[in-house]
């Protein structure tokens, strides 16, 4: 059961990851293009903020755990 839950926190991580890139290429390329909408701004910049954080949490976070529990493996 542990393994199925894993494998769809990673899914949900990368799909984080997707909406989170989406969103800050939206912001970077598109904003400029609605007439400096505010509230298209805010969007984006709450969903890059939402995923961000649980990309954070779900990817990266783990990754850094395991190597840095790594560095103090003998084997």
Do not use: E, H, Q
Request: charged share 20%.
């Amino acid at each position: 059961m542990k393994d199925l839950k894993d494998s769809l926190l990673f899914i949900v991580a990368v799909v984080c990851l997707l909406v989170f890139i989406g969103a800050v290429i939206d912001i970077v390329f598109y904003w400029s293009d609605t007439g400096f909408d505010w509230m298209f701004l805010g969007k984006n910049v709450l969903y890059a903020i939402a995923t961000g954080y649980w990309v954070w949490r779900l990817l990266i976070r783990p990754y850094w755990k395991r190597k840095a529990l790594g560095a103090f493996d003998i084997n």
